[in-house]
T-cell receptor
Framework: RKEVEQDPGPFNVPEGATVAFNCTYS??????FFWYRQDCRKEPKLLMS???SGNEDGRFTAQLNRASQYISLLIRDSKLSDSATYLC??????????FGAGTTVTVRA | DTAVSQTPKYLVTQMGNDKSIKCEQN?????MYWYKQDSKKFLKIMFS???????INETVPNRFSPKSPDKAHLNLHINSLELGDSAVYFC?????????????FGSGTRLTVV
């Protein structure tokens, strides 16, 4: 079983819509969780950390469910510039990050 | 002022050749990494160094040899290149080995072995 699994999508949504997707992780001892964003042919960039109580950063909301071992990302009021691949990242131990293969989101005008 | 810079950006080479990729970070971070992203888009850790000390060496062929002359630099040398080595190689750094504040990635080196 992969350490981090994501629905690859693509999620095609109109501007202004809300889109949400999850990822699951296999190691229950995982310590920290992140969402990264990767544009086509670019490097991954940190979007936000995910905290146990859930957290928001502008239009982006992240949730963590330790019991079911998944994290989620919700994007409200989608913009064209939100089109990207969103990578779920989990730290199964202190000095290692495991990346999911990503969920592709395409926002259309 | 690039935080994590790696060179070259593109590398096309023949099977059997030896090549190197260089990485430098000016963030003052203690820990640096090499990741490989294959055609299926999975990012896989290859190596990590903390203050010039190797701390992670995943199951990577020994044709791949990292070198960290100081904590701001982490280079990757690849011997006897094979077709399957074609991928994008990303260098990254983090403040410390825990990486709680996330990683900063370089822009990647797209390696094509022909």
């Amino acid at each position: 079983r992969k350490e981090v699994e994501q629905d690859p999508g693509p999620f095609n949504v109109p501007e202004g819509a809300t889109v949400a997707f999850n990822c699951t992780y296999s190691n229950s001892a995982s310590q920290s969780f992140f969402w990264y964003r990767q544009d086509c042919r670019k490097e991954p960039k940190l979007l936000m950390s995910v905290y146990s109580s859930g957290n928001e950063d502008g239009r982006f909301t992240a949730q963590l469910n330790r019991a079911s071992q998944y994290i989620s990302l919700l994007i409200r009021d989608s913009k064209l510039s939100d089109s990207a691949t969103y990578l779920c990242v989990v730290s199964p131990r202190a000095d290692k990050l495991s990346f999911g293969a990503g969920t592709t989101v395409t926002v259309r005008a | 002022d690039t935080a994590v810079s790696q060179t070259p950006k593109y590398l096309v080479t023949q099977m059997g050749n030896d090549k190197s990729i260089k990485c430098e970070q000016n963030l003052g971070h203690d820990t640096m990494y090499w990741y490989k992203q294959d055609s299926k888009k999975f990012l896989k850790i290859m190596f990590s160094y903390n203050n010039k000390e190797l701390i992670i060496n995943e199951t990577v062929p020994n044709r791949f040899s990292p070198k960290s002359p100081d904590k701001a630099h982490l280079n990757l040398h690849i011997n006897s290149l094979e077709l399957g080595d074609s991928a994008v190689y990303f260098c990254a750094s983090s403040q410390d080995r825990q990486g709680w504040n996330g990683y900063t990635f370089g822009s990647g080196t797209r390696l094509t072995v022909v």
